[in-house]
């Protein structure tokens, strides 16, 4: 017993006396339980357990973001040992799926050194406001991670649908990443490591619209989003360079959709319009003709 009480108490004296490094702590399994049940370690440090039991022990993790364990699945045979590496502050539950009992099951208590943060997570989104089928970059970090971990993308649709996990990324090992996303409606997102996540950060879409002139005066116009626009007033529009700014030819009335690729839904509006050859025209939806959880969009511009 007085080898494993030793061991325990370095164990103990270095998470102390560790400034930055990377600490490792050790967990005891024996016929009666864990020993100890409950520690508190900081972002990065590492978790040994020892099956000191005559059987062999198996150890399940409760979050699983953040941990790294060797070997995985940690099922350990009498004797042996294995280490997991919990790199993003919180809280995690660790039990052991062959034996029952409060005896074998803990806690690991994740907590960033005072004044670092408190292991605060951080996200941004570049743009804001992207076209239907754009790509979002979300970028963020985590604070006091000291080894790579993983970062959960979670996405929020408009209209209150259950948030998914839109993306998985790992982190470098100062605890920042970079990820791509593409909204399909205008979504919050929020990265999530373990027990703690960020703000959300909003990112609105605009339907995409394609404007094509198919003949002389006669032109073909088509929406796409996850929505159908049939029967949404469009804009064709002009750009005036004595006014300096575009005016409207006339009102567009979008027609009717179809499926595509899905999820996307096909709007399709076919018009005529008299005006002069080589103007330079557009096809515009305001805000208030748009559809719930779409911001107004414009089309590409070519000339008549």
């Known amino acids: 017993m007085r080898p494993v ?46 099956n000191n039991d005559t059987v062999q022990h198996q150890v399940v993790f409760t979050p699983t973001t953040g941990v790294t364990c060797t070997p995985n699945p940690l099922v350990l045979a009498a004797g042996k040992t294995g280490s997991c590496t919990l790199a993003t502050a919180g809280k995690y539950t660790f039990k052991d ?41 979300l970028s963020g970090a985590q604070k006091n991670v000291k080894a790579p971990t993983t970062a959960q993308i979670s996405a929020q649709p408009c209209g209150g649908g259950a948030a998914t996990t839109a993306a998985s990324t790992t982190t470098a090992a100062n605890g920042s990443f970079t990820i791509a996303v593409r909204p399909l409606l205008n979504t919050a997102y929020t990265a999530v490591f373990g027990a703690t996540k960020s703000k959300a950060v909003d990112v609105q879409v605009r339907p995409q ?11 073909s116009a088509q929406v796409l989003a996850t929505a159908s626009f049939t029967g949404k007033q469009a ?19 979008l ?19 008299g005006l002069a050859h080589g103007r330079l025209v557009r ?6 003709n748009s559809v719930a959880c779409y911001l107004g969009g414009i089309s590409n511009t070519l000339r008549s």
């Open 97 to 137: 799926a062959t034996a029952k009992g409060k005896n074998f099951q803990g806690t690991i208590t994740v907590k960033a050194a005072p004044g670092g943060g408190g292991g605060a997570v951080t996200l941004t989104a570049k743009p804001t406001i992207v076209v239907y089928g754009s790509a979002v970059t």
């Open 209 to 219: 619209i394609k404007l094509v002139r198919t003949a002389s005066h006669r032109y």
């Open 235 to 253: 804009s064709f529009q002009r750009y005036s360079v004595a006014l300096k700014r575009w005016v409207r030819v006339r009102k567009v009335t």
């Open 5 to 50: 009480l030793a061991l325990l108490g370095a164990a103990a004296a270095l998470v102390l006396t560790g400034s930055t490094a990377a600490a490792t702590v050790s967990v005891i399994i024996t016929n009666k339980g864990y020993n100890p049940r409950n520690l508190t370690i900081a972002p990065g440090d590492t978790v040994t357990f020892a």
């Open 283 to 288: 096809l515009a939806i305001a805000q208030a």
């Open 255 to 273: 027609g009717a959709s179809h499926a595509g690729a899905a999820p996307t839904m096909i709007t399709v509006a076919k018009f005529r319009s």
